[in-house]
């Protein structure tokens, strides 16, 4: 079974644009999980999305959305970008009742 | 925010032997999970305690879990080079299996 697939893997962006990254779910996982990772505040919860509704929200402003889409497959977009925003960022999934997250190998994105 | 504290923040041993981090939170938490990360890449499950558990184990992983004191021990026993990585823990609030509260991570160095 493939794990999850994040794209891209690096990523680089000038302050003020816009960014979208994408995850793909184990096949069967219903539910994604969006997570950032910085050096200085760690990995902090951003949303989970399950079967296309966003289920959980993190304290992050609303420049920072996602959608899910009816394969489950989930994007995560970031705009009007900030030096800030520079960070690994994890996708996570599940079967939605389980605990247990499987996570990709992130997104890397930097924010110039 | 972070739910919790990891100690130590770093640890460096040989290979054989064995290595403890501690991890302390904050509110009251349905479960405990512990998960590894390689330098820049996704984070994996590595072993899951319920609030109503003291101790598991998984190979050569033994987790304690009080919840009196609010705190969890990951003991990993005859270290491998291999299992050089970063170790986190995580907490999930009930009804919110996905949103996960990652503590600082412990940054473990086996050495040969």
């Known amino acids: 079974k ?4 994040q794209t891209p893997r690096y990523l680089i962006k000038t302050r003020g644009q816009q960014v979208t990254l994408s995850c793909s779910p184990i096949s069967g996982h219903r539910s994604v999980s969006w997570y950032q990772q910085t050096p200085g505040q760690g990995l902090q919860f951003l949303f989970e999305y399950f079967s296309e509704t966003q289920r959980n929200k993190g304290n992050f402003p609303g420049r920072f959305s996602g959608r899910q889409f009816s394969n489950s497959r989930s994007e995560m977009n970031v705009s ?10 994890l996708c996570a999934s599940s079967t939605g009742g389980d605990e247990k997250l499987f996570f990709g190998s992130g997104t890397q994105l930097s924010v110039l | 925010s972070q739910q919790g504290e990891e100690d130590p923040q770093a640890l460096s041993i040989q290979e054989g032997e064995n290595a403890t981090m501690n991890c302390s939170y904050k509110t009251s938490i349905n479960n405990l999970q512990w998960y590894r990360q390689n330098s820049g890449r996704g984070l994996v499950h590595l072993i899951l305690i319920r609030s109503n558990e ?8 033994r987790v304690t879990l009080d919840t009196s004191k609010k705190s969890s021990s990951l003991l990993i026993t005859a270290s491998r080079a291999a299992d050089t990585a970063s170790y986190f823990c ?3 609030d009930t009804g919110t299996a996905s949103k996960l509260t990652f503590g600082t991570g412990t940054r473990l160095q086996v050495t040969l």
């Open chain 2, 90 to 92: 995580a907490t999930a």
């Open chain 1, 80 to 89: 009007t970008l900030e030096l800030g925003d520079s960070a690994l960022y």
């Open chain 2, 54 to 61: 003291r101790e598991k184990h998984s190979g050569r992983l």
């Open chain 1, 2 to 5: 493939a794990g999850v697939t």
